[in-house]
């Protein structure tokens, strides 16, 4: 789907099938990532597990882009939007250095740790949840306006982003569930 997406036809709002695409291919790496935890790979391939991990921090930007480009087709890509991939940078920077040295950063004490730690455990999520919501304020605002402006929205409505923000919330509740609560029910 991914590279469906990265080749559409010029004509059809390439640069959001372009950053849409670019989702796909993150949320593509994130289940390779636990395809390979499954096969207990990550011990041979730890450099491979690192950079597919850190794709996750492209997720909700790529996201947020597609949104961007899909409600505003004329939008162009401008230096404001790389601030969307601050924390993949950051992340990126400080895996990269540990994969250069070869060994895990050695923390002065166990609260310097903790608190390094307790952010990357929670950026992620939350960056997750934050862009989510953005996303979805965006489009209820871009189909409120085409209802205003046409008659007929039924060919330039994006129902079908919608749902696919739905569905990628309840993604995102059974990741979570499965990584902090573990609730049976919801497996």
């Known amino acids: 789907l991914s590279f469906l997406l990265l080749n559409a036809p010029k004509n059809n709002n390439r640069n959001a ?5 670019a989702f796909v291919a993150t949320l593509a790496a994130a289940f390779l ?3 390979i935890h499954n096969l207990n790979l990550q011990i041979q391939y730890p450099v491979v597990v690192d950079l597919l991990e850190l794709s996750r921090f492209l997720s909700a930007p790529t996201l ?3 949104i961007q480009f899909f409600t505003n087709p004329n939008k162009n890509f401008n230096i404001k939007d790389f601030w969307h991939f601050v924390p993949f940078c950051v992340f990126f920077l400080f895996r990269w250095l ?3 040295r070869g060994y895990d950063w050695q923390f002065p004490n166990e609260t310097a ?6 952010i990357i455990r929670n950026t992620l999520p939350l960056q997750t949840v934050v862009y989510w919501f953005i996303c979805y304020r965006k489009l209820q605002k871009h189909q409120k306006n085409i209802q205003k402006i046409s008659a007929t929205v039924d060919t330039i409505n994006l129902n079908w ?4 923000l739905l569905i990628l919330a309840v993604l995102f509740v059974i990741l979570l569930n499965l990584a902090i609560f573990n609730i049976i029910i919801l497996l």
Request: hydrophobic letters at 65%.
């Open 33 to 35: 990532e636990i395809f």
């Open 113 to 118: 740790q903790f608190i390094v730690f307790a």
């Open 17 to 21: 099938n372009i950053w849409l695409g």
């Open 161 to 164: 982003l919608h749902y696919f």
């Open 64 to 66: 947020f882009l597609s």
């Open 98 to 100: 540990t994969i250069l």
